[in-house]
């Protein structure tokens, strides 16, 4: 009998029976009633239970204790069903970056005594990193940078953060339009491991041509241009200041302009 289902956001918590007493994954129907009848027994929601035991299902390189550990539920100690306690341990376990996905279900009661399992996917692990488009030795910083480090969990949040990241670092450089790819891929050569390759198309960089005002009578462009600081039209002979354009700093120029 399934009794709760977590996404990672932990919106969904729902209690569900099983046509069979003991055996899980049976039925996903939701629970209408206070009790429902598990042979010569009657579990009843809400009410504070035993913990006699937890297993776990679905692991590749944790142990079942380290589940245990993480979620923060022990043997002997009181326990409601569906409950607070249950839901934490549920948290903690996405806390714990380890999983991506955590299912709980009721195997059996004796008594008093409930014993449950967890079911678990593991997120992968980061194995190794390869950056294409880039010189050698600028892809061993880049990844340093981003803390790509062997062992990471690989969850969608990194792969969006880390794309973002290759992608602001050219941008801001006047690569305006910097295209970055990465592919995830399953290493066969250990248990529940990933290789990520990182494609960079930096392209061509943006520059400033011309700068060119509308509008002001009581300033000359000259003037104007002079005082824009951080961006400066493409000059032969000017070494300390370049022509590429920054979105983030050409902003700041009409900002100061307009005080």
């Keep these: 009998m399934k009794l709760f289902s977590a996404t990672i956001m932990l919106t969904a918590l729902f209690f569900s029976f099983s046509a069979n007493a003991q055996i899980k994954k049976d039925s996903l129907s939701i629970v209408k009633k206070d009790t429902t009848a598990i042979k010569n027994t009657a579990f009843e929601k809400g009410k504070e239970y035993l913990l006699g035991g937890i297993s ?23 326990i409601k069903l569906p409950g607070d306690k249950l839901t934490s341990a549920i948290k903690k376990l996405y806390e714990s970056k380890q ?61 969006v953060t880390s794309k973002n990241y290759f ?21 066969t050569s250990d248990i529940n491991t ?44 000017r070494f300390w200041k370049g022509s590429k354009y920054i979105e983030e700093e050409y902003q700041e120029d009409q900002d100061d302009g307009c005080q």
């Design 56 to 78: 776990v299902t679905g692991l590749k390189k944790f142990s079942e204790e380290t589940v245990r550990i993480f979620s923060g539920l022990k043997n002997g100690q009181a």
């Design 99 to 159: 999983f991506s996905n955590v299912d709980v279900y009721f195997l059996k009661l004796d008594g008093e005594t409930v014993y449950l399992e967890f079911e678990v996917d593991e997120l992968p692990q980061l194995n190794f990193v390869k950056i294409k488009g880039v010189k050698k030795g600028k892809a061993k910083e880049l990844i340093k940078d981003a803390e790509l480090k062997q062992g990471a969990m690989v969850t969608d949040n990194l792969i």
């Design 167 to 187: 992608t602001k670092k050219y941008t801001d450089k006047g690569f305006l339009k910097t295209k970055v790819n990465l592919d995830i891929r399953k290493d």
């Design 194 to 237: 990933v290789n990520m390759a990182i494609f960079i198309d930096k392209g061509h960089k943006v520059k400033v041509k011309d700068i060119i005002f509308k509008g002001s009578k009581a300033l000359s462009g000259k003037k104007l241009r002079k005082a824009m600081k951080n961006t400066k039209e493409k000059f032969l002979g």
